[in-house]
Protein backbone atom coordinates (compact mmCIF):
# COMPACT_ATOMS: atom_id res chain seq x y z
CA UNK A 1 0.00 0.00 0.00
CA UNK A 2 1.29 3.15 -1.00
CA UNK A 3 0.33 7.16 -0.21
CA UNK A 4 1.44 10.29 -1.11
CA UNK A 5 2.25 12.29 1.36
CA UNK A 6 4.64 14.91 2.91
CA UNK A 7 7.67 15.40 5.06
CA UNK A 8 7.70 17.59 7.84
CA UNK A 9 9.65 20.29 5.17
CA UNK A 10 6.47 19.89 2.92
CA UNK A 11 8.05 17.48 0.34
CA UNK A 12 6.04 14.86 -1.02
CA UNK A 13 7.21 11.49 -0.78
CA UNK A 14 5.70 7.82 -2.22
CA UNK A 15 5.89 5.36 0.76
CA UNK A 16 4.96 1.94 1.68
CA UNK A 17 3.24 1.54 5.03
CA UNK A 18 2.07 -2.20 6.47
CA UNK A 19 -1.03 -3.84 5.25
CA UNK A 20 -3.88 -2.72 8.06
CA UNK A 21 -2.60 0.82 8.64
CA UNK A 22 -4.51 3.59 6.81
CA UNK A 23 -1.17 5.39 5.18
CA UNK A 24 -3.23 8.63 5.18
CA UNK A 25 -3.73 8.59 9.12
CA UNK A 26 -0.01 7.93 9.98
CA UNK A 27 1.27 10.52 12.76
CA UNK A 28 3.44 13.57 10.84
CA UNK A 29 5.93 13.61 13.87
CA UNK A 30 6.92 10.51 16.08
CA UNK A 31 9.03 11.16 19.31
CA UNK A 32 10.86 8.55 20.94
CA UNK A 33 11.64 7.71 24.65
CA UNK A 34 14.62 4.60 24.05
CA UNK A 35 14.01 3.02 27.44
CA UNK A 36 15.60 -0.38 28.78
CA UNK A 37 18.82 -0.55 27.02
CA UNK A 38 20.46 -1.50 30.38
CA UNK A 39 17.56 -4.24 31.19
CA UNK A 40 17.99 -5.68 27.69
CA UNK A 41 21.69 -6.58 28.35
CA UNK A 42 21.15 -7.30 32.24
CA UNK A 43 18.29 -9.77 31.08
CA UNK A 44 20.97 -11.38 28.68
CA UNK A 45 23.99 -11.24 31.35
CA UNK A 46 25.87 -9.10 29.21
CA UNK A 47 27.07 -5.24 30.54
CA UNK A 48 24.96 -2.42 29.78
CA UNK A 49 27.18 -0.87 27.19
CA UNK A 50 26.30 -3.45 24.86
CA UNK A 51 22.78 -2.71 25.49
CA UNK A 52 23.08 1.00 24.29
CA UNK A 53 25.19 -0.36 21.46
CA UNK A 54 22.47 -2.47 20.53
CA UNK A 55 19.91 0.64 20.93
CA UNK A 56 21.94 2.24 18.40
CA UNK A 57 20.58 -0.33 15.84
CA UNK A 58 17.19 0.03 16.79
CA UNK A 59 17.22 3.92 16.17
CA UNK A 60 18.79 3.13 12.96
CA UNK A 61 16.11 0.87 12.29
CA UNK A 62 13.44 2.93 13.47
CA UNK A 63 14.52 6.04 11.49
CA UNK A 64 14.87 4.03 8.17
CA UNK A 65 10.97 2.49 8.90
CA UNK A 66 9.73 5.54 9.79
CA UNK A 67 11.33 7.34 6.27
CA UNK A 68 10.40 4.65 4.58
CA UNK A 69 6.54 4.55 5.40
CA UNK A 70 6.11 8.64 4.92
CA UNK A 71 6.39 9.57 8.77
CA UNK A 72 7.56 13.44 8.43
CA UNK A 73 9.76 13.51 11.38
CA UNK A 74 11.72 11.56 14.39
CA UNK A 75 12.70 13.06 17.66
CA UNK A 76 14.51 10.83 19.56
CA UNK A 77 15.46 11.23 23.70
CA UNK A 78 18.98 10.23 23.46
CA UNK A 79 21.00 12.20 26.64
CA UNK A 80 18.90 13.92 29.01
CA UNK A 81 20.37 16.32 31.38
CA UNK A 82 19.77 13.72 34.05
CA UNK A 83 21.72 11.44 32.93
CA UNK A 84 25.31 12.93 33.61
CA UNK A 85 24.28 11.00 37.26
CA UNK A 86 24.99 7.94 35.89
CA UNK A 87 28.41 6.29 36.57
CA UNK A 88 31.06 7.96 34.92
CA UNK A 89 32.77 5.39 33.04
CA UNK A 90 28.91 4.79 31.38
CA UNK A 91 28.72 8.58 30.55
CA UNK A 92 32.05 8.30 29.07
CA UNK A 93 31.26 5.34 27.15
CA UNK A 94 27.53 6.64 25.75
CA UNK A 95 30.10 10.01 24.75
CA UNK A 96 32.17 8.23 22.40
CA UNK A 97 29.45 6.02 21.06
CA UNK A 98 27.51 9.27 20.12
CA UNK A 99 30.41 10.29 17.95
CA UNK A 100 31.69 7.03 16.59
CA UNK A 101 27.79 6.96 15.43
CA UNK A 102 27.80 9.87 14.16
CA UNK A 103 31.20 10.02 11.86
CA UNK A 104 29.69 6.67 10.63
CA UNK A 105 26.30 7.30 9.96
CA UNK A 106 27.19 11.23 8.48
CA UNK A 107 27.50 10.18 4.78
CA UNK A 108 24.65 7.45 4.54
CA UNK A 109 22.12 9.99 6.19
CA UNK A 110 23.31 12.94 3.42
CA UNK A 111 22.74 10.32 0.79
CA UNK A 112 19.19 9.72 2.19
CA UNK A 113 18.53 13.37 2.59
CA UNK A 114 17.97 12.77 6.46
CA UNK A 115 17.86 16.41 7.74
CA UNK A 116 19.12 15.94 11.26
CA UNK A 117 19.54 17.86 14.33
CA UNK A 118 20.68 18.02 17.74
CA UNK A 119 18.33 19.82 20.70
CA UNK A 120 19.77 20.47 24.61
CA UNK A 121 22.87 22.25 25.54
CA UNK A 122 24.81 21.45 22.91
CA UNK A 123 27.94 23.35 24.78
CA UNK A 124 27.72 20.96 27.45
CA UNK A 125 28.85 17.83 25.83
CA UNK A 126 32.55 17.01 24.77
CA UNK A 127 33.93 19.07 22.40
CA UNK A 128 34.77 16.59 19.38
CA UNK A 129 31.09 15.81 19.58
CA UNK A 130 30.05 19.16 19.05
CA UNK A 131 32.36 20.11 16.30
CA UNK A 132 30.62 16.47 14.53
CA UNK A 133 27.28 17.54 15.27
CA UNK A 134 27.94 20.99 13.81
CA UNK A 135 29.30 19.80 10.88
CA UNK A 136 26.27 16.86 10.49
CA UNK A 137 23.40 19.76 10.82
CA UNK A 138 25.34 21.80 8.13
CA UNK A 139 25.71 19.26 5.79
CA UNK A 140 22.26 18.13 6.17
CA UNK A 141 20.41 21.24 6.52
CA UNK A 142 19.10 21.78 2.99
CA UNK A 143 17.84 17.57 2.60
CA UNK A 144 13.86 17.51 1.77
CA UNK A 145 13.94 14.22 3.80
CA UNK A 146 12.78 12.75 7.13
CA UNK A 147 13.44 15.30 9.56
CA UNK A 148 15.44 13.47 12.31
CA UNK A 149 15.95 15.42 15.90
CA UNK A 150 18.22 13.77 18.83
CA UNK A 151 17.35 15.22 21.83
CA UNK A 152 21.13 15.37 24.07
CA UNK A 153 22.02 16.86 27.31
CA UNK A 154 18.02 17.93 27.07
CA UNK A 155 15.67 18.31 29.22
CA UNK A 156 12.28 19.74 28.81
CA UNK A 157 12.12 22.43 31.72
CA UNK A 158 15.36 23.73 31.20
CA UNK A 159 14.10 24.35 27.50
CA UNK A 160 10.68 26.28 28.83
CA UNK A 161 13.20 28.53 31.25
CA UNK A 162 15.39 29.17 28.32
CA UNK A 163 13.02 30.10 25.88
CA UNK A 164 11.50 32.46 28.61
CA UNK A 165 14.70 34.53 29.39
CA UNK A 166 15.00 34.91 25.94
CA UNK A 167 11.75 36.48 25.88
CA UNK A 168 12.29 38.68 28.95
CA UNK A 169 15.64 39.69 27.53
CA UNK A 170 13.87 40.75 24.30
CA UNK A 171 10.79 42.66 26.47
CA UNK A 172 13.95 44.10 28.75
CA UNK A 173 15.66 45.63 25.71
CA UNK A 174 12.85 47.24 24.39
CA UNK A 175 12.12 45.18 21.35
CA UNK A 176 9.23 43.10 22.68
CA UNK A 177 5.94 44.06 24.12
CA UNK A 178 5.55 41.69 27.27
CA UNK A 179 1.53 42.00 26.45
CA UNK A 180 1.75 40.59 22.95
CA UNK A 181 3.64 37.31 24.04
CA UNK A 182 1.53 34.27 22.77
CA UNK A 183 2.01 30.60 22.38
CA UNK A 184 3.58 31.29 19.04
CA UNK A 185 5.58 33.99 19.89
CA UNK A 186 7.09 31.37 22.86
CA UNK A 187 7.32 28.21 20.31
CA UNK A 188 9.50 30.15 18.54
CA UNK A 189 11.60 30.35 21.12
CA UNK A 190 12.05 26.36 21.41
CA UNK A 191 14.44 24.36 20.67
CA UNK A 192 11.84 22.81 18.50
CA UNK A 193 11.42 26.09 16.46
CA UNK A 194 9.83 25.51 12.82
CA UNK A 195 9.36 21.61 13.53
CA UNK A 196 5.39 20.75 14.04
CA UNK A 197 4.14 18.84 17.33
CA UNK A 198 4.74 15.26 17.98
CA UNK A 199 1.21 13.23 16.97
CA UNK A 200 2.76 10.27 19.00
CA UNK A 201 5.38 9.61 21.78
CA UNK A 202 6.44 5.82 22.39
CA UNK A 203 8.28 4.77 24.95
CA UNK A 204 9.75 1.30 25.39
CA UNK A 205 10.27 -0.59 28.42
CA UNK A 206 6.75 -0.33 29.97
CA UNK A 207 7.51 2.74 32.00
CA UNK A 208 4.73 5.28 32.46
CA UNK A 209 5.92 8.63 32.20
CA UNK A 210 7.65 11.58 29.74
CA UNK A 211 10.84 12.13 31.90
CA UNK A 212 11.05 16.12 31.63
CA UNK A 213 11.04 15.44 27.70
CA UNK A 214 9.44 18.11 25.43
CA UNK A 215 6.89 19.06 28.05
CA UNK A 216 5.54 22.08 25.50
CA UNK A 217 5.19 19.85 22.55
CA UNK A 218 3.56 16.84 24.27
CA UNK A 219 0.83 18.72 24.95
CA UNK A 220 -1.87 16.78 22.65
CA UNK A 221 0.44 13.85 21.50
CA UNK A 222 -1.15 10.71 21.85
CA UNK A 223 0.73 7.81 24.31
CA UNK A 224 1.91 4.50 23.28
CA UNK A 225 3.59 2.50 26.33
CA UNK A 226 5.11 -0.74 25.25
CA UNK A 227 7.16 -3.24 27.49
CA UNK A 228 9.06 -3.70 24.69
CA UNK A 229 12.93 -2.86 25.51
CA UNK A 230 14.16 -0.78 23.20
CA UNK A 231 17.16 -2.80 21.80
CA UNK A 232 14.18 -5.37 20.75
CA UNK A 233 11.73 -2.63 19.12
CA UNK A 234 11.41 -3.18 15.47
CA UNK A 235 8.76 -3.23 12.55
CA UNK A 236 6.09 -5.10 14.63
CA UNK A 237 6.39 -2.91 17.92
CA UNK A 238 6.46 0.54 15.31
CA UNK A 239 3.69 -1.09 13.49
CA UNK A 240 1.59 -2.21 16.61
CA UNK A 241 2.20 1.05 18.31
CA UNK A 242 0.76 2.87 14.92
CA UNK A 243 -2.26 0.37 14.87
CA UNK A 244 -2.83 2.12 18.61
CA UNK A 245 -2.63 5.22 16.97
CA UNK A 246 -5.03 4.84 14.63
CA UNK A 247 -7.46 3.55 17.16
CA UNK A 248 -7.38 6.94 18.74
CA UNK A 249 -9.87 9.84 18.28
CA UNK A 250 -8.02 12.84 18.66
CA UNK A 251 -10.69 15.52 20.49
CA UNK A 252 -8.21 17.99 20.92
CA UNK A 253 -9.85 19.35 24.05
CA UNK A 254 -13.16 19.21 22.02
CA UNK A 255 -16.04 16.61 21.35
CA UNK A 256 -15.33 13.33 19.31
CA UNK A 257 -17.51 14.56 15.66
CA UNK A 258 -20.09 11.47 16.73
CA UNK A 259 -21.01 12.86 20.24
CA UNK A 260 -20.85 16.64 18.41
CA UNK A 261 -23.14 16.05 15.94
CA UNK A 262 -25.43 13.93 18.74
CA UNK A 263 -25.55 17.26 20.34
CA UNK A 264 -26.38 19.37 17.26
CA UNK A 265 -29.09 17.41 15.91
Known amino acids: MSRRSATSSGHPKVCACPSGLDPYR ?9 DGNGRWAK ?19 TLRLCSDW ?14 WSRPGDEV ?27 LGDLEGLPLGLQELISEATELTVRNNGIHFNV ?5 GRRELVLAAQKLAQRAARGDLDP ?6 SFEAELLTAGEVDPDLLIRTSGERRISNFLLWQ ?18 V ?27 GS
Open 26 to 34: LPNHVAVIM
Open 43 to 61: ARGLPRMVGHRAGVEALKR
Open 70 to 83: GIGALTAYAFSTEN
Open 92 to 118: NFLMTLFERVLQRELESLEREKVRIRF
Open 151 to 155: CTNYG
Open 179 to 184: TLIDEN
Open 218 to 235: LAYAEIHVTDVCWPDFDE
Open 237 to 263: ALTQALFDYQSRCRRFGGLDPIAANHL
